[in-house]
């Protein structure tokens, strides 16, 4: 299954010149070192973060605190908005996978923003079902699909998200080591590397340490 179409979370792009000077009017500029975290679960919901340039891991405990990985935010992506709708504590932390530029909107002026454009509070909330539709079909991969599968699909979608061409190859531009595949995917990391040997033995991926090279998505979308 593919993953949610990132034009349909690009929040940032969905605005005119008007409503974009407006948001950062009511927002402050803030920028995170790679691996920072712009904000912990459980904290308070004291506003939301529009990511500018940079990609984010999102991410929850699971148990035994084991991180599970629940998406990866790009640029246009908003990050703590549910959390600021609902006025309750972060249900994840969000942290900068690289250079992380973000504007940064309280919570009060946020839903005044929202009030006084009625239009992208309707696209907002449109957002918010795109995102419980990815989550209810990861509950779905973790139920019907082996962990080869599942990897298959989380590469294919890396491969459209944050890949670049590299010949007649795409270089997957994230820097995921493969625990965190392993927490995205619901698997070990010995059954990702299981999964990623195969792969390769199959011709269809190269890696490197944190680099990925998808070599054959029609191989891969074979297995998904």
């Given at each position: 299954m593919p993953g949610p179409d990132p034009a349909a979370l690009d929040f940032l792009s969905a605005l005119t010149d008007q409503e974009r000077a407006a948001f950062a009017a009511v927002g402050r500029d803030r920028r995170f070192a790679p691996g920072e975290a712009v904000f912990h679960e459980g904290d308070d919901a004291s506003g939301v973060i529009a990511i500018v340039s940079g990609r984010a891991k999102v991410a929850a405990a699971g148990a035994a605190g084991r991180e599970v990985v629940?998406?990866?935010?790009?640029a246009g992506e908003l990050v703590g908005e549910l959390s600021a709708v609902a006025g309750r504590p972060r249900t994840a932390t969000v942290t900068a996978l690289g250079p992380l530029?973000?504007?940064a909107v309280r919570t009060a002026d946020f839903r005044r923003f929202l009030a006084e454009h009625p239009r992208l509070a309707s696209l907002m909330y449109e957002r918010l079902a795109v995102l419980l539709a990815?989550?209810?079909?990861?509950?779905?991969?973790?139920?019907t699909r082996d962990v080869t599968a599942r990897i298959a699909g989380r590469l294919l979608e890396l491969a459209e998200t944050a890949g670049e061409p590299d010949g007649s190859a795409v270089r997957i531009t994230l820097p995921l080591s493969q625990d965190e595949l392993a927490a995205w995917a619901g698997a070990s990391r010995e059954a990702v590397a299981r999964s990623l040997h195969l792969l390769r033995e199959l011709g269809w991926i190269e890696t490197r340490r944190r680099e990925i090279r998808v070599l054959n998505a029609d191989g891969l979308r074979s297995l998904v």
């Amino acid at each position: 299954m593919p993953g949610p179409d990132p034009a349909a979370l690009d929040f940032l792009s969905a605005l005119t010149d008007q409503e974009r000077a407006a948001f950062a009017a009511v927002g402050r500029d803030r920028r995170f070192a790679p691996g920072e975290a712009v904000f912990h679960e459980g904290d308070d919901a004291s506003g939301v973060i529009a990511i500018v340039s940079g990609r984010a891991k999102v991410a929850a405990a699971g148990a035994a605190g084991r991180e599970v990985v629940l998406r990866f935010a790009g640029a246009g992506e908003l990050v703590g908005e549910l959390s600021a709708v609902a006025g309750r504590p972060r249900t994840a932390t969000v942290t900068a996978l690289g250079p992380l530029e973000t504007v940064a909107v309280r919570t009060a002026d946020f839903r005044r923003f929202l009030a006084e454009h009625p239009r992208l509070a309707s696209l907002m909330y449109e957002r918010l079902a795109v995102l419980l539709a990815e989550a209810n079909r990861q509950l779905v991969d973790f139920a019907t699909r082996d962990v080869t599968a599942r990897i298959a699909g989380r590469l294919l979608e890396l491969a459209e998200t944050a890949g670049e061409p590299d010949g007649s190859a795409v270089r997957i531009t994230l820097p995921l080591s493969q625990d965190e595949l392993a927490a995205w995917a619901g698997a070990s990391r010995e059954a990702v590397a299981r999964s990623l040997h195969l792969l390769r033995e199959l011709g269809w991926i190269e890696t490197r340490r944190r680099e990925i090279r998808v070599l054959n998505a029609d191989g891969l979308r074979s297995l998904v």
